[in-house]
């Protein structure tokens, strides 16, 4: 016969599910006034009364196997982070300004200590986002997972006017690649990752030439997040024909999503600046060049496609900006050399 079985009995505790919806709140100072309803309630409220021809750009994303390195090292103020910039940049593409946030986390036991950690990262990258953390969910789920683990999954939802949206349509033989420096691997090619520090004894804690921090640091620097230097260029009536954000596939596959049929981007990869990471990776695995580029971004995290016109103001407005390829006709597909 069972005795006092109740849902805490079972491995999930409602009062700390409650407590954290609190702490959560208390992470947010403020929200924006098109925001009628926030956390806390059954659902968020949104107005978008402001735009004339509105259209909503959405993206879910998580941030994949880089959860496991945090896991380990008990570092969990970053993951947040990358969790916001995997959706964030995937709208941005757009032309979309961030609008609003939302977050799914489901773990083994909630541990409100790290929950908090996770959360401050999560909102530090939408204040980077400039977009508010309206909900989310979080699932205590004993038995599907183990006490000390979790997952993310994050939703950015964007806004744009429908004759402003950037979709790669006018883009021309003879227009100019740009590429925004990443941050390190972002949240793309850990499973290779984790499989080389498996296999080669690596240490976590350990500095390896060229890094100039331990490992594990390295590996959890955050994805930048590209909302402010893609909305500098906007305010400056920089005309962006299509972007892409370099996640999985790298340079050969995401740019290819943006670049009409019968053309193709030739990209010199000798004028993007090495990371450290990205050296210490390549002479580790010794990968061919194209699946290096397949795997990580190499070192750019963004890439716009403008006229040539264009490259000197978005030099004088970012000058972090690289060229790194140009356009030409061809089959569509991406050459690096």
Known sequence: MMENLDYRSAGVDIDKGLTFVDIIKNKISSKPSYVLEGIGGFASLISISQYKDPVLVSSTDGVGTKLLIAQTV???????????????????????????????IACGKLNLEVMEKVIEGIVAGCNEAECPL???ETAEMPDFYPEDRYDLAGFAVGIVEKDR????????EGDVIIGIPSSGIHSNGFSLIRRLIREKKLSLDRIYHPLSKPLYEELLTPTRIYWKQIKKLMENKVNIKGMAHITGGGLIDNIPRIIPEGL????????IPPLPIFIFINENLKLPKEELYRTFNMGIGMVLVVDE?????????????IVIGKVFSGKRGVLIE
């Open 165 to 172: 949206i950037i979709d790669g349509k006018n883009i021309r």
């Open 134 to 136: 309206v909900g989310g």
């Open 264 to 271: 193709y981007v030739h990209i010199d990869s000798k004028v």
């Open 309 to 321: 016109n264009e490259v000197e103001k978005i030099r004088s407005v970012l000058d972090e900006a």
């Open 74 to 104: 008990n570092i969990h103020n970053t993951v947040g982070i990358d969790l916001v910039a995997m959706g964030i940049n995937d709208i941005l593409v757009y032309g979309a300004k961030p609008l609003f946030f939302l977050d799914y």
